[in-house]
């Protein structure tokens, strides 16, 4: 049986450096074929996307609830990234303490169902809070996106000037402009959760907290093959339960809580006489470590169940932005969704914040957001002018989402839908403020929906919403401080711009006639 821990590891190293090049991927040459394969195998993602639309991305979600029908939540330790993490770590502990031993702790099932019904309830009210926050894919994400992310941006920035001091330009810097302080303290306080819980409980985060977790040992407890102790071969060593990392065999008993199992295969790697197997199941009355204690779960429904209401959607969320808001401060407070999210709600109610999107977006507009989209929206990314601006050229955000928060859009599509809308404060802008000329937001509107009309003396902004896209760019180039003088107001439901009509330049003349000078 030892071949089938090595197969896992394998599989596991193989899909943890792929998923991670997802993230760390500067130059956006992983094709999208490749993101599609590697997240249709994320069970939440996958759920999420099917429930929206059914594509390919079903197909790997149909794989893993078969897969774990069959055989158990292999699923946890093979293909789940941050899984995989927590074995990473669990394995750095055991070489710093090679006298590191696990013990049976029995699982608190109506904590960890509990969340469950809590997640899928809000969910299916439209706030994904808690999914943002456990859901185990986004939780890998967002630890790579706004910690690893940047640490390597930060090492290729110095590594390239160091050899720039000695005349080697072969290093180019990046610039890093979508961290900010609260994405830094959630992911860094989270990759300090799973440290310390590997540390000392090993998987207790899949077994306590994890929706996709206890979603999958739900299903384990119907699977056809599982792990089981042969009594008759058994030498009561202990030695399974030491190395179980998720504290679900208790040798003195004999007996292994296999919804708890992540399938591992650790036990069947060390035992040495064939004490353990992985066989079908045996029908046989549920012993005491199945049973699920009523009175707690009473009390903890008690707790669970009002958290709903907090966490249900539109609570401190105002995402209908209108044509009507007056101000450049007001306008930040209401976020713009990106190209392809249809609507500000839908994109909230479908987004799991993995940031996939944010790593990947080659300008760096894409921004994780606090509670821009209210409490049950933490994390999302919006918009953000105030670094950069989207690339009218650009459908990598639509390619890489792995929930269909972010539908893909064909290059023509994505430049004729509107996101946002333009507002000019003629007041505020250089040309009137202090009589010089700019014209920066005309210089980079890539649709002419700004243009420059004579004013005075000078030229001076005139600005056409039904061709503008919201991209950003002016609001962007602007160059008027601490308020724009033209900034992107919020579509809360996307819009489609017309196109701009083809203006001849230059004089009209005969072809057939001699040149014109």
């Known amino acids: 049986?030892?071949?089938?821990?090595?197969?896992?590891?394998?599989?596991?190293?193989?899909?943890?450096?792929?998923?991670?090049?997802?993230?760390?991927?500067?130059?956006?040459?992983?094709?999208?074929?490749?993101?599609?394969?590697?997240?249709?195998?994320?069970?939440?993602?996958?759920?999420?996307?099917?429930?929206?639309?059914?594509?390919?991305?079903?197909?790997?979600?149909?794989?893993?609830?078969?897969?774990?029908?069959?055989?158990?939540?292999?699923?946890?330790?093979?293909?789940?990234?941050?899984?995989?993490?927590?074995?990473?770590?669990?394995?750095?502990?055991?070489?710093?303490?090679?006298?590191?031993?696990?013990?049976f702790i029995k699982p608190i099932y109506s904590v960890h169902y509990g969340l469950l019904l809590v997640t899928a309830i809000a969910a299916l009210t439209g706030s994904l809070i808690l999914l943002n926050i456990l859901e185990p894919f986004s939780y890998f994400g967002r630890i790579l996106s706004n910690l690893v992310n940047p640490s390597v941006i930060l090492a290729n920035n110095a590594a390239g000037y160091i050899l720039s001091v000695f005349g080697l330009f072969s290093i180019f810097p990046i610039q890093l402009l979508h961290v900010n302080i609260v994405s830094l303290l959630v992911s860094g306080s989270s990759l300090g959760l799973i440290v310390y819980l590997s540390y000392t409980?090993?998987?207790?985060?899949?077994?306590?907290?994890?929706?996709?977790?206890?979603?999958?040992?739900?299903?384990?407890?119907?699977?056809?093959?599982?792990?089981?102790?042969?009594?008759?071969?058994?030498?009561?060593?202990?030695?399974?339960?030491?190395?179980?990392?998720?504290?679900?065999?208790?040798?003195?008993?004999?007996?292994?809580?296999?919804?708890?199992?992540?399938?591992?295969?650790?036990?069947?790697?060390?035992?040495?006489?064939?004490?353990?197997?992985?066989?079908?199941?045996?029908k046989k009355s549920s012993g005491p470590l199945l049973q699920i204690d009523t009175k707690r779960r009473k009390v903890l429904a008690s707790f669970f169940l009002p958290m709903v209401g907090l966490l249900l959607p539109g609570q401190g969320r105002d995402s209908s932005a209108s044509a009507e808001i007056n101000g450049f401060f007001v306008s930040r407070k209401h976020p713009v969704s990106p190209p392809g999210s249809a609507n500000v709600e839908r994109f909230s109610s479908l987004c799991t914040a993995c940031h996939l999107c944010v790593s990947s977006c080659p300008t760096q507009v894409l921004y994780p957001s606090a509670f821009d989209y209210g409490l049950a929206g933490i994390l999302q990314p919006k918009m953000n002018y105030d670094a950069s601006y989207c690339n009218f050229d650009c459908v990598i955000c639509g390619n890489v989402c792995p929930t269909g928060a972010i539908l893909p859009l064909s290059m023509e599509i994505k430049k004729e839908t509107q996101i946002g809308k333009a507002t000019f404060i003629k007041d505020d802008c250089i040309v009137v403020s202090k009589k010089k000329d700019c014209g920066a937001c005309a210089e980079h509107c890539p649709t002419k929906a700004v243009k420059m009309?004579?004013?005075?003396?000078?030229?001076?902004?005139?600005?056409?919403?039904?061709?503008?896209?919201?991209?950003?760019?002016?609001?962007?180039?602007?160059?008027?401080?601490?308020?724009?003088?033209?900034?992107v107001t919020s579509n809360a439901v996307h819009q489609k711009a017309k196109k701009p009509q083809p203006q001849k330049i230059g004089p009209s003349f005969d072809s057939k006639q001699d040149f014109p000078f």
């Open 1 to 103: 049986m030892q071949w089938l821990k090595r197969t896992r590891v394998a599989f596991a190293v193989v899909l943890v450096t792929a998923v991670s090049m997802l993230f760390l991927d500067f130059g956006n040459n992983v094709p999208a074929g490749i993101h599609t394969v590697l997240y249709s195998t994320q069970l939440i993602p996958s759920l999420v996307h099917t429930l929206t639309l059914f594509s390919s991305v079903s197909i790997g979600l149909i794989l893993v609830l078969i897969i774990t029908l069959l055989f158990g939540r292999v699923y946890c330790s093979t293909l789940c990234p941050l899984g995989i993490l927590q074995d990473i770590l669990i394995r750095l502990v055991k070489w710093k303490s090679r006298h590191r031993r696990f013990r």
């Open 201 to 282: 409980r090993g998987r207790w985060f899949c077994n306590l907290l994890c929706p996709a977790g206890a979603f999958l040992g739900l299903l384990s407890r119907v699977s056809l093959f599982r792990i089981v102790i042969d009594e008759n071969n058994c030498k009561d060593c202990g030695l399974c339960e030491r190395v179980c990392k998720a504290n679900c065999i208790q040798s003195s008993s004999k007996e292994i809580d296999f919804p708890a199992c992540i399938g591992c295969f650790n036990c069947l790697d060390v035992c040495p006489t064939a004490g353990m197997s992985y066989s079908r199941r045996r």
């Open 453 to 487: 009309v004579p004013y005075e003396k000078l030229m001076l902004p005139e600005v056409n919403n039904e061709l503008c896209v919201g991209c950003g760019a002016c609001d962007h180039a602007c160059p008027v401080q601490p308020q724009k003088a033209i900034y």
